[in-house]
């Protein structure tokens, strides 16, 4: 299912409310439903329901007048900016003629939207940035991104889930863990689910360290980090 | 009493452990995974007496072989090979009994390019969605069933072919003529680059260029246009978002079909 074919928050909540209906409806036809930006996929039993049918479903859904509103978390991640973090800060600089505490400014000033996940298990394409943080991929990928990442390309910016090569411009890094131990009792293997806001934090590299070792020893607490609205 | 196990005696080309796929977690970039040829992985699995979610080994072009020190049924389906228990040759597509100590041949596939192996039970193992390649020497522990009923030799393989059924996918429009005509009813060939994440298709000539998508979903089967003119088809590993045109998508019968497809071999899309 095609909405208009544009990155915008608008057509995403569109998006969402359509998943919402069809989860509503619990169709045993249905098998997965996977939002992205301005598109849905519904995964369908033949034997349960027939294209027809779910084609109905879809197209004779009125969407509603207001702005749809889903329960969603807004969550508060912290980042580390400094240089030992930040590999593409600098070649950031250059390239949009800003200050790194100008690029920092704009990149924490804005809530970004969770609007699908794709790439990797894990990763979550986060936008739209600001105008003025728009920067291409590397043209060479980076052999290994560290686990906790933060990258910018195009407009989306991202966390990365774990130790592994790409392309996205590194500009600094969580302590958090964005794929969680569900063996160790949390609830969600991945944190985000699409929808969800995300607004990144500046801090410090002590805290940074703080953060990490609390992670690394189970004693952080991921509802510190988002509230729901 | 020691716990059954299976020990890899040789690993071949590339072998893994596959089930079903599993679409639970694909809304979080998890791939879906599954055995490659779900048709030969389903009739390994009945002709044991398996539910079909169970695991099996898929072997690529040089199988494997296998050492139990249980008393083992098991089936071989999918691309034809030679197939011995020590060193008597048994047939394919059949149930057949390994005593414990002895070891299960899977030959070199004679035609086609990925051979499944079930055996009456479950493997114990971790939850991961994809599973690393088998080594040499490894040792997998297992929890045969001997109580099941075997159903016996019921089931009939699927007959190869190098026609791939396709359906349309979103993009179909944007194709002109010229392109539709490249693309369908001709033989392409498989890329050296194909395995279980995607199906590369060589030396087609198309000169049109397409805009790429703003990020959508794709699933197993889907057709994608690359800006240089390649089709590439997503197999079972692939990534479960992408920004290329989906122009088709390749039925579930034409997934299995192309999994015995080798690299350098050709095939003919069908637009149906």
Not at chain 1, 206 to 228: A, H, M, R, V
Request: aromatic share 10%; proline share 6%.
């Amino acid at each position: 299912m095609n909405f208009q074919q544009k990155i915008d928050y608008g057509i995403n909540d569109r998006v969402h409310e359509l998943k919402a209906h069809l989860e509503k409806v619990d169709s045993p036809g249905i098998k997965f439903i996977v939002p992205s930006y301005c598109s849905l996929l519904v995964g369908f039993d033949k034997s349960h329901i027939s294209y027809q049918n779910l084609a109905t479903l879809v197209s004779g859904y009125q969407f509603s007048q207001i702005p749809y509103t889903a329960s969603r978390k807004f969550w508060t991640i912290p980042v580390c900016y400094e240089k030992d973090f930040a590999p593409d800060l600098d070649f950031c600089c250059d390239l949009m003629q800003l200050e790194p505490t100008q690029i920092i400014q704009i990149h924490t000033s804005v809530n970004y939207r969770v609007f699908t996940y794709g790439f990797l298990p894990g990763f979550a394409y986060l936008g739209i940035t600001d105008q003025k943080l728009f920067v291409p991929r590397k043209e060479l990928p980076r052999q290994k991104v560290e686990k906790g990442s933060v990258g910018l390309a195009g407009n989306q910016t991202g966390i990365y889930p774990g130790n592994i090569p790409g392309g996205w411009q590194i500009i600094g890094k969580t302590p958090l863990s964005v794929v969680r131990n569900v063996s160790r009792g949390e609830e969600n293997q991945y944190i985000f689910s699409p929808g969800d806001f995300v607004k990144f934090k500046a801090i410090k590299v002590d805290k940074f360290q703080g953060l990490s070792e609390e992670e690394n020893s189970g004693k952080i607490k991921l509802t510190d980090f988002y509230e729901i609205r | 009493m020691k716990s059954a196990e299976i020990k890899i005696l040789r690993s071949g080309f590339y072998t893994t452990l596959q089930s079903v796929p599993d679409f639970s977690k694909y809304h979080f970039g998890v791939p879906a995974g599954g055995a490659m040829d779900l048709l030969a992985t389903a009739g390994a699995n009945l002709l044991v007496g398996n539910d079909a979610k169970c695991f099996i080994f898929e072997t690529t072009l040089a199988g494997v072989e296998l050492e139990f020190n249980f008393d083992a049924v098991v089936a071989v389906t999918g691309a034809i090979c030679e197939v011995k228990i020590g060193a008597t040759t048994h047939s394919m597509n059949s149930v057949l009994q390994v005593p414990a100590g002895s070891t299960l041949i899977i030959g070199k596939c004679e035609s086609g390019f990925r051979t499944y192996v079930a055996i009456s039970g479950e493997f114990v193992l971790s939850e991961t969605s994809l599973k690393p390649a088998i080594f040499k020497n490894q040792i997998l522990k297992f929890i045969p069933d001997e109580k099941k009923n075997i159903p016996g030799n019921n089931w009939k393989p699927m007959v190869y072919n190098n026609k791939i059924p396709v359906t349309k996918g979103p993009e179909f429009d944007w194709m002109s003529e010229s392109t539709l005509a490249s693309l369908f009813g001709k033989p392409l060939v498989v890329g050296k680059n194909s395995g279980r994440m995607a199906c590369f298709l060589d030396e087609v000539d198309i000169a049109e260029k397409f805009d790429e998508l703003i990020s959508s979903a794709v699933l197993p089967g889907t057709i994608q246009l690359t800006p240089g003119g390649t089709p590439i088809v997503l197999m079972r590993d692939c990534q479960t978002t992408g920004g290329y045109p989906r122009i088709g998508v390749v039925t579930e019968e034409g997934m299995n079909q192309l999994a015995q497809v080798r690299p350098g071999e050709r095939v003919v899309l069908a637009i149906g």
